[in-house]
């Protein structure tokens, strides 16, 4: 009926070009970094460059002062660092089952606010089992858990409706079970170790056990019966149909006059609301009888019962001497219901309270009924028993603002197609949420673009949702999300944690160099050389080191950070400055006395940046003093300290390097004052931590 983008492929195509792939929240925090580092060095290079000529300071050494001011106040390690911190991040994830595709959603997954999950396989086991038909007025109890075709039924009476005879119709329960079986495409197949396996969709396989377990053989009845059309299922019509052919009326023997001289019997499953909304007539003790309004109003009480307990529903009827899927599918003859269990994951239910108790909103969408929905979420402590479900055919009649305010308050969603995710996701982001969205088919790729977070099934997702997610889980399992957005916050936490010590080295080696012309020194403090080697290696070795800090105790009980959040937000910004200011005020004093003193003044500035900048490194290690913290939690950190310490000596004492980098060998009395006034900043450090968790606690009392 059309070609190209007027497919339904083409549509799909069409939602994922147009679908915004949203920026992750690292993304837009570093490029806030950029325009304050740029604006601030531009700032601070004037004010420099006019007071030092003010003071009548030579043009060319106030050039030579701006240019290293210019070099210092860029981390030029710093995109290095987070890469390697990302990869790192990544690295750990996959091995926990969650395999990232784009670096930044690493840390992105740290700042998810909202996780929106399909419901089957994902919280669920996606292991149908058929539990109960009714059929008459007959409740049937099916026993023998899993895939293994073998098991017995029990019947029960169930109250008989209005104008109704009690009992069942003989063959009616066969009939039942094999136009489950007719109206599928899953198969069993047997393993070599005697076991089971179902192939096809979870849910028809259930019906093929169902059936089995009644000795009827689903090979035996394809081929007896053999499928001449089809309706295949679709979300919008939520029913699938086949016309099979029944020659010798042996199928439609339990219709009796119904389907006198039809070879042709129609099938249909599907949704109880839908396929009872259809039907005209029913299978009850007395043979096929007309089905009245009230007879139907009990039928979908039946289906809603089976629902509320937590079973998926599916209602199947016929239709004799209906020949072609051409014509309108009605007056069909309801065969009763089946009602499948799929239990939950016996780890989702954890999962959800952390994700409650890290500030995150999981929140259900699924294709199954509104009851069964409800009392999923219900059972893994997502929604309690009367929270509200929004069906998919209300969400098609709000208007954009109206789908804001439900998303803002509902949980759990119903009866929804994959066409509808796109809009919830839209919604969500237009509230100021930073969502993760979970996704297996063609029609989930849109959504899987939009969300800041795109998670695609490892195991039943399409390529093409695989394509367009950022994060593939290996498992198919929520608990993993919540893994891997702990990991995200991981990560988060350390690029803050090096973020603080880098740019707060960075801001006190500006302040140096910055005040050497104000105060009457000629020349620059540092080489442009020598401050590439502290951005490059005395600041980048050790911040590798913190990207592989382990996680802080309680890192899954904080709110998530705000969607807008500055990287300088939650104090850095504050530390950044007052470290800075505080590391600048020792290394000045120090210099003002080499300088003055006669001493290699230069070169012990810049051996006292380095050595302060390791001790700078390990206090960044933790808000808690030191003393309270593992010191061989983080190896490498000590390893980054130790390495870097020893490649600053090489830069004074192994003359090639120290002709290169321009640096005198320091006597022992003047390298032993540039560790001294090095570890006062160390001892700062600490002091104001104590000084920090006494107030804490002092206030925590009060």
Known sequence: TATGMGTELGQIAELINTAGGETTPLQERLDGLANVLVVSALVLVALVVFGGWLLGQPLLGLLEVALSMAVAIVPEGLPAVITVTL?????????RAALIRRLPAVEALGSVT??????????????????????????IAVSGQGYNPHGSFTAAELPVPEGAAAGITPGARDLLLSAGVLCSDAELKKAEDGSWDVLGDPTEGALVVAAGKAKLDGFALRSRYERTAEIPFNSERQLMAVWVQDREGTLQAPLGDVAAGSSILA?????PEVIIGSCDRWISGSGVSALSDPQKQWWADQARDLAASGLRVLAFACAPHHHSPELELDHLVLLGLMAQLDPARPEVAQAVSRCREAGIRPVMITGDHPLTARAIGQGIGLVDGDAEVVLGRELEQFNDIQLQEAVSRCSVYARVPPEQKLRIVKALQANGQVVAMTGD?????????????GVAMGITGTEVSKEASDMVLLDDNFATIVNAVEEGRLVYANIRRFVKYILGSNVGELITIASAPLLGLVGSPLSPLQILWMNLVTDGVPALALALEPGE???????????????????????????GVVFAAITIVLMVYAFRSGAPWQTMVFTTLCLAQMGHALAARSDLPLVQVNPFSNPWLIGAVVLTSALQMALLYVPVLSNFFETTPLSLQDLAICVGFSFLFFLYLELEKVWRLWRRRAH???
């Open 441 to 453: 088919g063609v029609n989930d790729a849109p959504a899987l673009k939009q969300a800041h977070i």
């Open 114 to 139: 909202v996780i929106c999950t399909d419901k089957t396989g994902t919280l669920t086991l996606n292991r149908q089992v058929v539990e109960e038909l009714r059929c008459g007025s007959q409740s």
């Open 553 to 579: 105790e309680g890192l899954m009980q904080r709110p998530p950070a705000e969607p807008g959040e500055s990287i300088f937000a939650r104090g850095i910004g504050s530390y950044i400055l007052r470290i």
């Open 87 to 95: 990869a790192i991040g990544t690295q750990r994830m996959v091995q």
């Open 267 to 271: 099938i249909s499953k599907g949704a």
């Open 700 to 702: 925590a009392d009060a």
